[in-house]
Every structure is written in structure tokens, then in C-alpha cells.
């Protein structure tokens, strides 16, 4: 069994960084290397994904209210641009579909070849210049843009779901990053972007979860559940504490700031790399 103190750890990792556009399975897999944990583990493959559900249960209290609204249990008024509809489900599935797909065909794969630190410091580099780019795309638009995620059109939340690929396919790429940029890139603020992502992750996080316990559940002991519980649970409260912070942050801040300190990550593991 891992000491408890690790899941910890990692779980403080996952909840400050999973509402930030730097890559909290990112981040994870880094800790995990600095703490020198092995990428082979297939525990800890589980682990990650699992805390994160922590860190996603934060997500449904802060927007429990859209939540419903979406599921039309709550049904206010909502007032809406000429051309875009009230989000709702189809908008979240129109988000979240392709990148389940990816997930479902290529997991394997990923899990096997991809999750290492020198796949997140590519991906950390490559997320940051995608930031910038959409930064730089929303600097010079003229015309109308979504200031809220009710605005958000059905090919919005598409295009949205392509780019959210990116994160699935490279581990480190972040979601957060990869859909708020791709939403910058197609007229939707980084607000709008925000709030939708976050929406967004609570499903795809429940079926991710699931589906990586249900392939790996036969091989826990009773140890390592308590080594879950730990981290799910100080994974939800520290996002719980964070989230109520760092989502104005998020919204308010250029995408750009961020992309530095992706370089910069990046930059402090390839020496760290080299070096071990």
C-alpha cells in the first residue's frame, strides 16, 4: 500500500490545479515523479483519475443551480443571444461526445505510452502556445462575442469539444486550457469558456471515473480503498476551498500569464529530467 501521506499529497496537487489552465493530471504525474513513484503503476493510473471526481463533486455544489437549470429542473428565465439557445444537455453532449470517443478507443494506448513527465512537458509547452494564440485571436476580434455560456451555440460547444480532445489525447495538455482557448479561438470569452468547461467535466469525469474503476476494481485490497478515500477526499476539499477563489481568477486573467508558468514548469523538468 502507498502511504496515506502520498495520496494526500497528490491529492492537494489535484485540487488546486484542476480549475487552472495548467494540467492537474499533469501535475500529478509530475509529483508522482518527483515523489518517485514509477509511471508503470497501474494503481496510481486509477488513483489520478479517481481524485478527481473529488475535485469535480466541488464543481456540482458551486454550480448546483445551472446544473438544474440544465437538467430543466429549474427552469427561470434565461435571456439569450439571436442565433444561440438556453444551454442545455445537447449543448453538454455536443461537448463532451468526442472526447469520450477518443477516450473509449485510444485509452489503452494512452495509458501505456503517454502518461510520463516527458509527455506532460511536451504537452505543457504546446497547451501554453495554444493559450497565447487564442489570447491573441480574442485581442483582435471586432465582432460579437458569447459573454456568458447560455450564449454558447450548438457548434460552439462542438468545436469546444473537439479541441477538449487534445487534453484526452495528451496527457498534460489540460482541459481547461485546451476548451477555454478553443472557445476564445470561436468567439466565446474566457468566461464563458470557464463556466462551460467546468459544467462540462462533470459528466465526463463521472464516466471516466467509472469506467477506469470498473477495469481495475479486482485488483484493490482493502488498503488501497483506504488509500482512494483519502485522496478523493482531501482532493474535494481542497477544490471546494480553492474553487470559490480561483474561478474569477480564472476568468479575469489572461491566458497568457499561465502559459508562462507552463513554460517555465516545463523548463524546471527538462533540467530535472536531464539531471535524473
Known amino acids: 500500500m502507498f502511504s496515506l501521506w502520498i495520496a494526500a499529497i497528490i491529492g492537494i496537487v489535484e485540487g488546486l490545479t ?34 478527481q471526481l ?20 429549474n427552469r427561470e428565465p434565461v435571456a439569450v443571444k439571436a442565433g444561440a439557445s438556453r444551454l442545455n444537455v445537447l449543448h453538454i453532449l ?19 505510452y503517454l502518461f510520463s513527465p516527458k509527455t506532460v512537458v511536451v504537452s505543457l509547452i504546446l497547451g501554453g502556445i495554444l493559450m497565447i494564440i487564442a489570447e491573441k485571436k480574442m485581442d483582435r476580434t471586432k465582432g460579437p462575442v458569447v459573454e456568458d455560456m447560455d450564449g454558447i451555440s450548438y457548434r460552439q460547444a ?14 498534460g495538455f489540460s482541459r481547461s486550457g485546451a476548451t477555454m482557448a478553443g472557445g476564445m479561438l470561436h468567439g466565446v470569452t474566457r468566461k464563458a469558456g470557464a463556466d462551460f468547461t467546468f459544467i462540462m ?12 474503476l470498473l477495469k481495475s476494481y479486482k485488483n484493490f485490497t482493502s488498503d488501497d ?8 477526499i482531501v482532493s474535494f476539499i481542497v477544490a471546494l476551498l480553492a474553487i470559490v477563489t480561483f474561478i474569477r481568477f480564472v476568468q479575469r486573467m489572461k491566458l497568457t500569464y499561465f502559459s508562462y508558468y507552463r513554460f517555465a514548469l516545463a523548463a524546471i523538468f527538462i533540467v530535472y529530467l536531464w539531471l535524473t
Not at 37 to 49: A, G, N, W, Y
Not at 54 to 73: F, P, S, T
Open 18 to 51: 484542476e480549475f487552472l489552465p495548467v494540467s492537474s493530471t499533469g501535475h500529478m504525474i509530475l509529483t508522482q515523479s518527483l515523489l518517485g513513484i514509477s509511471d508503470d503503476e497501474p494503481l496510481m493510473k486509477t488513483f489520478t483519475i479517481v481524485i
Open 201 to 212: 467535466a462533470v459528466p465526463i469525469m463521472f464516466a471516466a471515473s467509472g469506467y477506469s
Open 54 to 73: 473529488g475535485a469535480i463533486l466541488a464543481v456540482v455544489i458551486v454550480y448546483w443551480k445551472r446544473i438544474l437549470r440544465i437538467l430543466g429542473i
Open 225 to 232: 480503498i483506504l488509500f482512494f478515500a483519502v485522496g478523493f
Open 94 to 112: 455536443m461537448g463532451i461526445v468526442p472526447a469520450m470517443g477518443i477516450a473509449f478507443l485510444f485509452d489503452d494506448l494512452i495509458e501505456t
Open 158 to 171: 462542438f468545436i469546444i469539444g473537439l479541441y477538449q480532445c487534445l487534453s484526452v489525447l495528451i496527457p
